[in-house]
Nanobody
């Protein structure tokens, strides 16, 4: 089993920045790919950014150029640097991990590819 714990959420003004972190513990050697997903009120959970075991990344079109995902395998952490935040970025952000090898192009395809999820952290962006 793998446990994931997010931190770093909060409130920001439009145009501001926040950095999310996710700490993994447990059977960390079983983790292949990781990603960030988000869910806004009344909407389905959607992929934001993903990274495979070789460091290849994939981003949702809505965050390209603004968000950066990174992974530190030595520290068992996943991060999401969010810049130029917009009110539409407001959501609960979830860290996810998968045991399977996922092609970079499919990292955000479906939540069903991920085995483990964190509890989520709220991000609120005001205009």
């Amino acid at each position: 089993q793998v446990q994931l714990e997010e931190s770093g959420g909060g409130s920001a003004q439009s145009g501001g920045s926040l950095r999310l972190s996710c700490a993994a513990s447990g059977d960390i050697y079983s983790i292949s790919c990781m990603g960030w997903f988000r869910q806004a009120p009344g909407k389905e959970r959607e992929g934001v950014a993903g990274i495979d075991s070789d460091g290849r990344t994939n981003y949702a079109d809505s965050v390209k150029g603004r968000f950066t995902i990174s992974r530190d395998k030595a520290k068992n952490t996943l991060s999401l640097q969010m810049n130029s935040l917009k009110p539409e970025d407001t959501a609960i952000y979830y860290c996810a991990a998968s045991r399977i090898i996922i092609p970079a192009s499919l990292l955000l395809h479906t939540t069903g590819l991920y085995n483990y999820w964190g509890q989520g952290t709220q991000v609120t962006v005001s205009s």
